[in-house]
């Protein structure tokens, strides 16, 4: 399988460097990761299994006019607007959304006139330096129809995963895992960046219930957008992310830690907008959305 790799930061290059032990994959990265993979190839180190750590995918700084069976899209959600133009050059069959946040599925979809389908990886990962990706921690990748049901297309994708040594699994439920997703990051993400601490800090006090209110105020929002949800069922979810997650990074602070533009206005300030169109309120997702906001402000880069 052809397939393009849209935004090989540390996820995408993970993903990426796995998939290509068995098809030919091409990276779209920065310009300094993309020299360093074309001149020793793209190192993977960490919690892998197996194969060859040193792989030798092909890789670019320009993704226009992409040819694939498949695009594997894995920019931060406010570049997806922008991904999808530069996609829409190109002639695709596919395209699969991993990335944080709600509605890039949509956004895919509204400039591409190919199918889009829904992901979701849970593999912890560190882009260490240009051309060397780690992986902190063993996760899946689950795909599927984003409006939920069964599909064709995510059974071949995910086989296509699965024979590359990927632990993938298609799920019908799409929906749903995305708000369960939504769920995990809105407690883990903002709590961790602003502190300055691992996911692990979300287990204790006093960021365990600051954290758990922020997933229940998500759970209670899903369910007011007709996605069955539980309050529980987010609950442990977040706490199972936590735990296997523990020493790790979360996105957001790494994005904090280097002075980046957050994705939070894709994940708690999400759930603030979807609360307020349902009449609800989520004063705990709206304080860590205001707050990182604030701290992006400050830094100019807002």
């Known amino acids: 399988m052809e397939i393009v790799v849209f935004g090989a930061g540390s996820l995408g290059s993970l993903i990426g460097g796995l998939l290509a032990r068995e098809h030919d ?3 779209v990265a920065r310009e300094a990761h993309v020299c360093a993979v074309r001149e020793s190839g793209l190192r993977l180190e ?3 299994d197996g194969g060859p750590s040193r792989i030798f995918p092909a890789a670019t700084t320009d993704g226009t006019g992409p040819e694939a069976d498949l695009v594997v899209v ?3 959600s406010f570049d997806t607007r922008s991904a999808a133009e530069t996609l829409a050059t190109g002639s695709v069959d596919a395209i699969l959304s991993l990335q944080n946040g709600m509605g890039n599925e949509a956004t ?4 591409l006139e190919v199918p889009v389908l829904a992901g979701t990886a849970t593999y912890g990962a560190i882009l260490q330096e240009p051309g060397v990706v780690e992986c902190t921690g063993r996760g899946e990748v689950v795909l599927g129809a984003r409006a939920g049901g069964p599909s064709p297309l995510a059974d071949r994708i995910g086989e296509a995963f699965v024979a590359a040594g990927l632990e993938a699994t298609v799920a019908k439920d799409m929906p749903r895992r995305l708000w369960e997703k939504l769920a995990v990051n809105a407690g883990i993400n903002p709590v961790t960046a602003l502190t300055g601490t691992e996911n ?3 287990l204790e006090e006093p960021a365990t219930d600051l954290a758990r209110t922020a997933t229940r105020e998500t ?6 957008c007709d996605v069955s ?3 529980r069922e987010a609950l442990a979810a977040m706490v199972d992310v936590a735990e296997a997650t523990a020493a790790n990074t979360s996105s957001m602070r790494q994005d904090v830690l280097a002075e980046r533009y957050t994705e939070i206005d894709a994940i708690n300030g999400y759930v603030v907008d979807r609360a307020g169109e349902a009449g609800l309120e989520a004063p705990t997702n709206r304080l860590l959305t205001s707050l990182i906001r604030t701290w992006e402000r400050g830094r100019g880069l807002r």
């Open 74 to 76: 894995t920019v931060k």
């Open 219 to 224: 759970a209670r929002v899903a369910r007011a």
């Open 108 to 111: 895919l979809a509204a400039r």
């Open 46 to 48: 960490g919690a892998i």
């Open 229 to 231: 949800l539980s309050n």
């Open 25 to 27: 994959v091409t990276l």
């Open 200 to 202: 692990g800090a979300v």
